[in-house]
């Protein structure tokens, strides 16, 4: 197989500039976040830890996001308390449900939804605990 990883996740925005901005600022996520093996930075990479990630087509009717969006993005977290701390501070509202967390051998989940009102769950897999 020659597909290793993922290269991009490209969306629409009714702004880019501010919310590319706020995923920065909130999330650390997009260009010039992370640094690679040199401790460089580029302005339009992020450099990610290697990982698990899920590829999964949901339920044309599924209800584990808002039926108005396509697609909702997961991001893998280390510190999910603090960092659902941090966005609260912030006045990011987060969601959290009991039944989302009901496999600790998962992980723990919470989901914000950014400022165009994109859903973006945040996942701390069990082996980050």
């Avoid at 500039?17 to 995923?23: H, P, Q, S």
Wanted: with cysteine.
């Amino acid at each position: 197989m020659t597909v290793v990883g993922m290269g991009g996740y490209f969306f629409r925005a009714k702004d880019p500039a501010a919310l590319k901005a706020w995923y920065r600022d909130h999330l650390g996520v997009g260009g010039g976040c992370g640094t690679d093996a040199a401790g460089q930075t580029n302005e339009w990479l992020w450099q990610t830890q290697g990982g698990p990630m899920v590829f999964e087509p949901f339920k044309a009717d599924s209800d584990y996001f808002a039926a108005d969006k396509q697609a909702m993005i997961n991001l893998r977290v280390t510190a999910l308390d603090a960092l659902v701390a941090r966005l609260e501070a912030a006045g990011v509202e987060v969601m959290v449900k009991e039944e989302w967390n009901a496999m600790p051998e998962v992980g723990r989940f919470a989901r914000v939804h950014d400022p165009e009102g994109n859903p973006i769950e945040l996942w701390q897999p069990a082996n980050m605990a």
